[in-house]
């Protein structure tokens, strides 16, 4: 019997592509440490991000491409995962320890935006990755209250550096830790922007794949000091299915657009409804609203997230769905979305490094 050598088994592996990245895994740098002993194969398969949502595919393709060699009897693929940094803009602020800076926007209040950022946040915990939430609506910040440590508070370090608390595996910050909870933040413009900075800035986040930002609505202040002083890796638009959404989901659509920030796709909350009891789908805000808004505009539709109570229940417990109900429909729904974000992260990563111009503000 031939030996098998590592260059076969590469040659093999060459068959196996990533349709996102349209090249082969092994021309991907995503096979690793090839191992051969006898008539058993192992090697590592690295892939871009511990959530992507074809990774049972890709094990199972290796697994057959190289089981298909004379000689081989036993194929083991390790998987791994590195998750690349979006390279930063020129004149952005760099956040150390974050490799990836997501936004979570809408362009109306109302459409569940903090609900999906908290979910998809905890989902890609649950994939493996290492996940920050900063809490970017000064005015009514709600992730300490759904994450459940509204009755926590930060500690700092000598230098006044923020120590971000801790919820289900996911760093929090928010100005919700910094007031009490019935007192309204009164501030200005200036006040609100210096303070969102010093929170990017000055919070010891540490070793992060995915930050998360929860954007309030609209169009504002707070969404172009983001774009202004931050390298975003991409937004996210949430929407619901019903015309009046997404004539504003659209508006911060294009927002992004127009400060070069890359689109990574439009999320679909409360899509339908679907009757425990009966199985009866009902579409209460209609629906498909967000997938032809997302075919019209050519960008990804990232997932419909259906309407269910569970939600509302886990948000007000600081019980988030994807935790207290994984198994559900609208937990599965999360996972999907959240992994479908982050394979736009790395598609968008893959790309050739770029420098974001100079925000010009129009008006």
Request: aromatic share 4%; with cysteine.
């Amino acid at each position: 019997m031939a030996e098998i050598t590592e260059e076969q088994v590469l040659e093999a592996l060459k068959k196996v592509r990533d349709p996102d990245l349209g090249k082969d895994v092994v021309s991907l740098k995503m096979i690793k440490d090839v191992q051969i002993c006898g008539d058993a194969v192992a090697f590592t398969l690295e892939l871009t991000t511990p959530a992507h949502p074809r990774k049972d595919q890709f094990l199972e393709d290796c697994r057959l491409a190289v089981g298909v060699l004379d000689g081989v009897a036993a194929v083991n693929v390790r998987l791994d995962s590195h998750v690349t940094a979006r390279p930063a803009g020129q004149g952005k602020m760099d956040i150390a320890g974050v490799k990836n800076i997501i936004a979570v926007a809408s362009g109306k209040g109302g459409v569940g935006k903090s609900t999906v950022a908290a979910n998809i946040a905890l989902a890609l915990v649950g994939e493996g990755a290492k996940v920050g939430v900063l809490d970017a609506d000064i005015y009514g910040p709600s992730q300490p209250h759904m994450l459940g440590v509204a009755d926590e508070k930060p500690m700092a370090d000598e230098n006044n550096r923020i120590y971000p608390l801790s919820a289900r595996g996911v760093k929090v910050m928010s100005i919700g830790f910094m007031v009490d909870e019935d007192s309204p933040v009164i501030w200005r413009g200036p006040m609100v922007m210096k303070a969102l900075v010093q929170f990017l800035g000055e919070t010891l986040w540490e070793d992060l794949d995915y930050l998360v930002l929860d954007l309030p609505p609209g169009t504002g202040d707070v969404q172009l000091t983001i774009v202004q002083q931050v390298s975003l890796s991409g937004a996210v638009i949430v929407t619901t299915p019903q015309d009046i959404a997404l004539l504003d989901a659209r508006k911060g659509l294009q927002m992004f657009r127009k400060t070069e920030v890359p689109i990574l796709g439009i999320i679909e909350n409360m899509s339908y409804y679907e009757c425990p009891s009966c199985g009866n789908r009902e579409d209460i805000f209609d629906s498909g609203g967000g997938e032809q808004a997302a075919s019209r505009y050519e960008v990804p539709f990232l997932g419909a997230v259906p309407l269910d109570i569970k939600v509302r229940l886990g948000g007000d417990r600081g019980e988030p769905v994807v935790v207290s109900e994984p198994d559900s429909p609208v937990a599965i729904a999360f996972r999907e979305a959240a992994r479908n974000v982050a394979l736009q992260v790395a598609i968008h990563n893959s790309s050739v490094p770029f420098s974001v111009p100079e925000l010009k503000i129009i008006g």
